[in-house]
C-alpha cells in the first residue's frame, strides 16, 4: 500500500493560483515515483474566501487544514483599493492568514535565505561579498510580540487620536522557539546569531536571559548576539557571516524582506512554518496583484515550500533535495524569470509555467 499523505491546498489570492499550480505539478511527478499518495485536498482562503463565502478563513478550509498531515498556501492578500471593499476583520492578513498561525499553533517559522553559488549573480550586492553564495536559516517566532499583543484605539483627555498595541512574550514562548534555533544550530554549523534590541526593549532582555539558560543545554553552539538595526547592515555588508539568525515576529517580517532583496528577488523565499502538531508551508511573500493571472510570476518560492513540506512534513529528504536541485539547474542553464533578470540580460525569460515545465524535466532526471 502506498503511504498517503494528505495535503490542504490554500492556493491564495493574485499569483497565488498559478504558482501553486506548478507546485503540484511537482508533486504529482513524486508520485509517478515513489509510493506516495498526496491527497490534495483544494480549498479557498484569504480575499478569495471572502468573496466566496464572506469568511476570509471559512469553516471548510479550517476543517481541511485540521485533517491534513501537512498545508500547503499560497500568497494572499489583494492591492490596496481592492482591500478597501472588504471589512477591515475579514481582509486577508488579519481575517485568514494570523488567525491560521494562532489556530494551528505554528510558533517557528524557518525562512532559508538561500543563493546557490551558481545563482550568485542574482543577487545585488557585489560579487566579493557574494561569490560563494549566500546559506542563512532565519529562524522567526510567528506567534508572539505585536502581532498578536493587545490594541487599543481611542481618543486622549485633549482629544487626540491615540493607539497601543503591546508587544507580548512570555518565558515558554520565548524558550520554545529558541529550543527550534539551538537545535537547528546543531544540525549545522553551530553558530546562532540571537538577533534583538535590548538595549531598549525590556521584551529583549527577557529573551536574552532565557537564552542565556537554553544556551546551557546547547554548549557546542556558539552564540553571537546582535542588534537588529546593526543585523540589518550586516546582512547587506557580509551576509556569509551568518547561519542561523533567530528574533521576534516583528524584527522576522522585517530581516526576512530584506534577506529576499539580497537575494535579487522576493521570488526566491520559500518558508516552513511549524507548531507542535501542524505545519504550513507558504512563501514569504505577497500576492503580487499586477502580475496576477499574466503567467509572469517566479513559482520558485512556491516550489521550494513544496520542497520543505517534502522534508520537514513527510521526511523525504532526497526527494526535497532533488526539487531544489532542479529549480538551480534552470537558473544555471541560463534560463530566468522577469523578477529577477531583465530581457536584456542575456537570460532567456520564462513564464510561470514554462519555469514549472523545466523543472519538470530536471526533475525527471533527478529522481529515479
Ligand atoms: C509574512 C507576511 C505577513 C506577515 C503579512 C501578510 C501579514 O508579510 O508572512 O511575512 O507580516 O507576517
Ligand atoms: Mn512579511
Redesign the pocket.
Known amino acids: 500500500m502506498a503511504e498517503t499523505y494528505k495535503v490542504a491546498v490554500l492556493a491564495g489570492d493574485g499569483i497565488g493560483p498559478e504558482i501553486t499550480q506548478q507546485a503540484l505539478r511537482v508533486l504529482r511527478l513524486i508520485e509517478q515515483k515513489r509510493d506516495v499518495v498526496f491527497a490534495c485536498d483544494e480549498v479557498e482562503f484569504g480575499a478569495a474566501a471572502y468573496f466566496s463565502t464572506g469568511k476570509a478563513f471559512p469553516d471548510a478550509t479550517k476543517k481541511a487544514c485540521d485533517e491534513a498531515d501537512a498545508i500547503l498556501k499560497g500568497p494572499?492578500?489583494l492591492s490596496h483599493e481592492e482591500s478597501e471593499k472588504i471589512p477591515v476583520e475579514e481582509r486577508p492578513?488579519r481575517g485568514a492568514?494570523?488567525p491560521m498561525r494562532r489556530r494551528l499553533n505554528t510558533y517557528a517559522n524557518f525562512r532559508p535565505i538561500s543563493l546557490p553559488k551558481g545563482m550568485a549573480h542574482f543577487s545585488p550586492l557585489k560579487p566579493e561579498i557574494v561569490s560563494e553564495g549566500i546559506d542563512i536559516m532565519l529562524i522567526r517566532e510567528l506567534i508572539g510580540g505585536l502581532?498578536f499583543g493587545s490594541k487599543e484605539r481611542g481618543e486622549t483627555e485633549e482629544g487626540l487620536r491615540y493607539v497601543k498595541e503591546s508587544l507580548d512574550y512570555d518565558e515558554q514562548q520565548i524558550r520554545q522557539i529558541l529550543v527550534v534555533a539551538f537545535k537547528e544550530s546543531m544540525k549545522r554549523k553551530k553558530i546562532l546569531h540571537n538577533i534583538h534590541k535590548s538595549n531598549v526593549l525590556i521584551s529583549s532582555v527577557l529573551w536574552n536571559e532565557v537564552l542565556e539558560e537554553v544556551a546551557l543545554d546547547y554548549p557546542e553552539v556558539r552564540v553571537i548576539h546582535m542588534l537588529v538595526d546593526a543585523a540589518a547592515t550586516h546582512l547587506c555588508l557580509n551576509p556569509c557571516q551568518f547561519d542561523v539568525m533567530v528574533m521576534e515576529n516583528m524584527f522576522g517580517?522585517i530581516l526576512?524582506?530584506q534577506a529576499g532583496g539580497i537575494l535579487g528577488s522576493l521570488g526566491l523565499m520559500p518558508?516552513a512554518c511549524i507548531g507542535p502538531d501542524k505545519a504550513y508551508y507558504?512563501p514569504?511573500h505577497?500576492s503580487a496583484p499586477d502580475i496576477a493571472g499574466k503567467n509572469l510570476a517566479n513559482p520558485y518560492s512556491m516550489i521550494g515550500s513544496v520542497a520543505l513540506m517534502l522534508d520537514m512534513s513527510f521526511g523525504m529528504t532526497e526527494e526535497a533535495k532533488a526539487v531544489w536541485q532542479a529549480m538551480q539547474s534552470v537558473f544555471q542553464a541560463g534560463f530566468s524569470t522577469g523578477d529577477l533578470s531583465s530581457a536584456s540580460s542575456g537570460n532567456t525569460l520564462l513564464s510561470t509555467s514554462e519555469f514549472g515545465d523545466k523543472v519538470l524535466e530536471s526533475l525527471e532526471g533527478l529522481i529515479v
Do not use: K, N, P, T
Request: aromatic share 8%; hydrophobic share 25%.
Open positions: 494572499i492578500g492578513e492568514l494570523l502581532y517580517d526576512s524582506d518558508s507558504e514569504s505577497g
